[in-house]
Nanobody
């Protein structure tokens, strides 16, 4: 599975961005997808995840109520709508995929496929 992330950029606090992650694999509809982020000097952290059916999602507490993850299996694409952005949301955002599974996993090692990352910068 090859993943191509896009949609990052620079915004002021309170603004919005929408990230997209396009997958190359036809089995995308059976993959669990997630977004992680990594700020300079910090470990990569879970942001949001979604099961293959789209019926189950999970969010880090820091983004709950502000970010929304969704997917379009017909387009093999997962989205992350980010509203009310804060300077602490500044990071490189990575999409990740996991074939199979029955849960949304918050740990990076459960995901075998990663996109190249897209920079999100939020200024105060």
């Amino acid at each position: 599975v090859q993943l191509q992330a896009s949609g990052g950029g620079s915004v002021q606090a309170g603004g919005s961005l929408r990230l997209s992650c396009a997958a190359s694999e036809r089995t995308f509809s059976r993959t669990g997808m997630a977004w992680f982020r990594q700020a300079p000097g910090l470990e990569r952290e879970f942001v949001a995840g979604i099961m293959w059916s789209g019926g189950t999602t999970d969010y880090a507490d820091s983004v709950k109520g502000r970010f929304t993850i969704s997917r379009d299996n017909a387009r093999s694409t997962v989205f992350l709508q980010m509203n009310s952005l804060k300077p602490e949301d500044t990071a490189v955002y990575y999409c990740a995929a996991r074939l199979g599974g029955t849960l949304v996993y918050r740990t990076a090692r459960y995901y075998g496929y990663w996109g190249q990352g897209t920079q999100v910068t939020v200024s105060s």
